[in-house]
């Protein structure tokens, strides 16, 4: 029998010239700064999408205001804009400093998409727009809409009926499945939901309790979405929403950049070359994490550092990113098991689309364990009356990482500036987990800090 090659090379091959790689596979916390980043203008050498997508993205969810601030109540004082709150978390940056035992620098902040309206996750974001982008072309293509139309129109019987001819399905291991069920039905199409093993019970009983179609395999999320990708293509009516290579998804993302830019300058936070901006995105498969720090280079360029984190038992990113193979390597061929606590960070495999349209602009990934995780979550709820769920917090230790990144800092000529950084913990979820669960999280934090 002969050994299984990744990229042409044995396991053992990979390990012996790779310390970082014996790190990933022994599942410590790592910290990975990319060689190959790049100014801004090369990296968007060839870059197929640009401001105007992301224009156009914006452009189309400004449409769809008046349509959501109707179906979904929570949204209407935002006039219908489902957008999360900016704010300082000077407690928690203190509690890290001491757990730390290190200054740490510059100004820490919490963008909380863990509240976004809807459905209290990042992927109110791009499984949102996907879903509205799709029903906006299907209107559009059967006459019944025209783009200066007020889209409330959409909220009928004839438009539910309309879309109820068609389909929507995805693959999920449970938020974007909440977003594109609870979006897809509220329009009126069928829509099913391939759900990985580690969904949780209270996402499938959500999305059946609003029609959605829910199917559960036992296996991870990469086999749902493969699932869900061949049920779909036998019927012509289904759309299926690709996470794994979806442009749309990535641009609705994307549109968050332009949204946090304002609520930047609304708190006098100046990015420029003397106040860099850092930013630490949980990443899964990419699309969240890669289209927000895609829309922040296309607005800061240069002055925005990104970095994603994911969880020690599923690299999936960094594992792409590193041996260069993309979504040609999985966490299971270096022997790493993919699982975690980490809703929606549970993935073997990252996207190709995101780990090449990244490569250049990313700043680095590092790794968290799920200890740490639910350790931050509960110094999250306790300084600062956040209640978050733990992929979430899977950025909290960003700013430290970078603080103690010397050679890092140095060659990105960032040393002089780090105190006048503004640091971005993105919080990707958290404010739908029901409240014995989120009890839990938090008793399993407090637990773990020794309290
Ligand atoms: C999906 C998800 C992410 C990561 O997004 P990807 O597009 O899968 O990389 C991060 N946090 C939460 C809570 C998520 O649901």
Request: contains cysteine; aromatic residues 8%; hydrophobic residues 40%.
């Given at each position: 029998?002969?050994?299984?090659?990744?990229?042409?090379?044995?396991?053992?091959?990979?390990?012996?010239?790779?310390?970082?790689?014996?790190?990933?596979?022994?599942?410590?916390?790592?910290?990975?700064?990319?060689?190959?980043?790049?100014?801004?203008?090369?990296?968007?050498?060839?870059?197929?999408?640009?401001?105007?997508?992301?224009?156009?993205?914006?452009?189309?969810?400004?449409?769809?205001?008046?349509?959501?601030?109707?179906?979904?109540?929570?949204?209407?004082?935002?006039?219908?804009?489902?957008?999360?709150?900016?704010?300082?978390?000077?407690?928690?940056?203190?509690?890290?400093?001491?757990?730390?035992?290190?200054?740490?620098?510059?100004?820490?902040?919490?963008?909380?998409?863990?509240?976004?309206?809807?459905?209290?996750?990042?992927?109110?974001?791009?499984?949102?727009?996907?879903?509205?982008?799709?029903?906006?072309?299907?209107?559009?293509?059967?006459?019944?809409?025209?783009?200066?139309?007020?889209?409330?129109?959409?909220?009928?019987?004839?438009?539910?009926?309309?879309?109820?001819?068609?389909?929507?399905?995805?693959?999920?291991?449970?938020?974007?499945?909440?977003?594109?069920?609870?979006?897809?039905?509220?329009?009126?199409?069928?829509?099913?939901?391939?759900?990985?093993?580690?969904?949780?019970?209270?996402?499938?009983?959500?999305?059946?309790?609003?029609?959605?179609?829910?199917?559960?395999?036992?296996?991870?999320?990469?086999?749902?979405?493969?699932?869900?990708?061949?049920?779909?293509?036998?019927?012509?009516?289904?759309?299926?929403?690709?996470?794994?290579?979806?442009?749309?998804?990535?641009?609705?993302?994307?549109?968050?950049?332009?949204?946090?830019?304002?609520?930047?300058?609304?708190?006098?936070?100046?990015?420029?070359?003397?106040?860099?901006?850092?930013?630490?995105?949980?990443?899964?498969?990419?699309?969240?994490?890669?289209?927000?720090?895609?829309?922040?280079?296309?607005?800061?360029?240069?002055?925005?550092?990104?970095?994603?984190?994911?969880?020690?038992?599923?690299?999936?990113?960094?594992?792409?990113?590193?041996?260069?193979?993309?979504?040609?390597?999985?966490?299971?061929?270096?022997?790493?098991?993919?699982?975690?606590?980490?809703?929606?960070?549970?993935?073997?495999?990252?996207?190709?689309?995101?780990?090449?349209?990244?490569?250049?602009?990313?700043?680095?990934?590092?790794?968290?364990?799920?200890?740490?995780?639910?350790r931050y979550l509960a110094l999250m709820a306790d300084t600062e009356g956040l209640r978050l769920e733990p992929s979430a917090l899977a950025g909290a230790p960003g700013i430290a990482r970078v603080s103690r990144a010397q050679d890092w800092l140095k060659e990105r000529g960032l040393v002089e500036n780090m105190p006048n950084a503004a640091h971005i913990i993105w919080c990707t979820g958290g404010s739908m987990v029901p409240q014995p669960e989120m009890e839990n999280y938090y008793r399993t934090g407090k637990s773990l800090l020794g309290d």
């Amino acid at each position: 029998m002969s050994t299984p090659l990744i990229g042409g090379k044995t396991l053992q091959e990979w390990l012996a010239d790779n310390p970082l790689l014996r790190d990933l596979v022994s599942l410590n916390e790592v910290s990975w700064f990319n060689p190959a980043t790049v100014p801004f203008k090369l990296a968007m050498q060839g870059m197929e999408l640009t401001d105007s997508d992301v224009a156009d993205a914006a452009a189309r969810l400004e449409r769809f205001r008046p349509y959501i601030a109707k179906v979904f109540p929570e949204t209407r004082n935002a006039g219908g804009l489902i957008e999360s709150p900016l704010q300082d978390v000077p407690a928690f940056q203190r509690t890290l400093s001491e757990r730390f035992s290190r200054g740490l620098p510059g100004r820490l902040l919490a963008k909380l998409d863990s509240h976004l309206p809807i459905s209290g996750s990042i992927k109110a974001r791009g499984g949102i727009y996907e879903g509205l982008k799709h029903a906006e072309e299907l209107a559009l293509g059967a006459g019944l809409l025209t783009l200066t139309d007020d889209y409330s129109r959409l909220d009928s019987k004839e438009f539910r009926a309309f879309f109820s001819r068609y389909a929507i399905a995805v693959g999920s291991t449970g938020n974007l499945g909440l977003s594109i069920g609870i979006m897809g039905a509220q329009l009126g199409f069928r829509v099913s939901v391939h759900m990985s093993a580690d969904a949780r019970q209270w996402k499938k009983d959500l999305l059946r309790s609003k029609g959605v179609n829910v199917v559960e395999y036992a296996s991870d999320y990469s086999l749902a979405v493969a699932e869900g990708r061949k049920q779909s293509a036998g019927d012509p009516s289904c759309y299926f929403v690709d996470d794994e290579n979806s442009v749309n998804l990535f641009l609705g993302y994307a549109v968050a950049a332009q949204r946090l830019k304002q609520q930047l300058d609304e708190q006098g936070i100046v990015v420029d070359a003397e106040h860099p901006l850092v930013v630490y995105l949980p990443c899964g498969v990419g699309g969240g994490p890669g289209g927000v720090a895609f829309g922040l280079k296309l607005i800061f360029k240069d002055q925005v550092h990104c970095l994603f984190a994911e969880p020690t038992h599923s690299p999936a990113m960094l594992l792409g990113l590193y041996t260069g193979l993309h979504d040609g390597v999985s966490v299971q061929d270096f022997g790493i098991d993919n699982i975690t606590d980490a809703d929606g960070l549970a993935v073997g495999r990252p996207s190709g689309f995101v780990g090449r349209t990244m490569h250049g602009m990313l700043d680095g990934v590092f790794t968290v364990q799920d200890e740490n995780m639910y350790r931050y979550l509960a110094l999250m709820a306790d300084t600062e009356g956040l209640r978050l769920e733990p992929s979430a917090l899977a950025g909290a230790p960003g700013i430290a990482r970078v603080s103690r990144a010397q050679d890092w800092l140095k060659e990105r000529g960032l040393v002089e500036n780090m105190p006048n950084a503004a640091h971005i913990i993105w919080c990707t979820g958290g404010s739908m987990v029901p409240q014995p669960e989120m009890e839990n999280y938090y008793r399993t934090g407090k637990s773990l800090l020794g309290d």
